[in-house]
């Protein structure tokens, strides 16, 4: 169910949130359940949508912008004003396919590093809705790597924890101005 809140799909020159970038420690701490859905949460989901619109994304998880909470925006198509972004408050994934599938990720807390990353191809999750409606979503494609990537966020886990290729990865990371030592792969 696409989230009621609108916001320009624009870039602004001073977006409201600053984005952490690798090495930061907010990007490690598991996010806080949400407990209270209001008015000042929905600033903050403005806020985050205009933060990621001007950062050029496709999702942005509250860690990202150094807020502790289970708070979660995606929108796939931030060139279709039609398309309404998608907000998770406390998700939880239900259920996950055997399927697995790779592909290219990227991140907004760490510019210009892209690398494959295998995840489950389709996620099957429960969350509420900015108005604290129970909602139950099943997505694949781009949509369900982007809320797994997302919510991976949310329990301090990064996607460079999860490439495979060590190798390619420092490289990259130090290409890029990161430390490979900020990486905490994941089993």
């Known amino acids: 169910m696409p989230s009621e809140i609108a916001v320009e799909k624009k870039k602004l020159k001073n977006p409201p949130l600053k984005l952490h970038y690798l090495g930061d420690r907010a990007l490690r701490q598991p996010a806080k359940r949400i407990t209270k859905i209001d008015d000042e949460l929905r600033q903050l989901v403005r806020e985050m949508l205009q933060t990621m619109y001007s950062s050029d994304g496709i999702g942005l998880a509250a860690p990202q912008v150094g807020i502790n909470k289970q708070l979660i925006v995606i929108d796939c198509e931030p060139d279709n004003p039609a398309n309404p972004p998608l907000v998770l408050i406390n998700p939880v994934i239900k259920q996950i396919s055997q399927e697995i599938c790779v592909a290219q990720e990227g991140?907004?807390?760490?510019?210009?590093?892209?690398?494959?990353v295998k995840r489950p191809e389709v996620v099957e999750i429960a969350y509420k809705d900015e108005y604290g409606r129970p909602k139950t979503l099943k997505a694949g494609d781009?949509?369900?790597?982007?809320?797994?990537h997302e919510m991976d966020h949310l329990n301090g886990v990064v996607f460079v924890d999860r490439v495979?290729?060590?190798?390619?990865?420092?490289?990259?990371?130090?290409?890029?101005?990161?430390?490979?030592?900020a990486v905490k792969p994941v089993a």
């Open 107 to 116: 991140c907004l807390s760490i510019p210009n590093v892209y690398m494959d």
């Open 142 to 148: 781009l949509l369900g790597r982007c809320i797994q």
């Open 164 to 181: 495979e290729n060590s190798l390619t990865l420092a490289q990259e990371l130090s290409k890029n101005g990161f430390s490979y030592q």
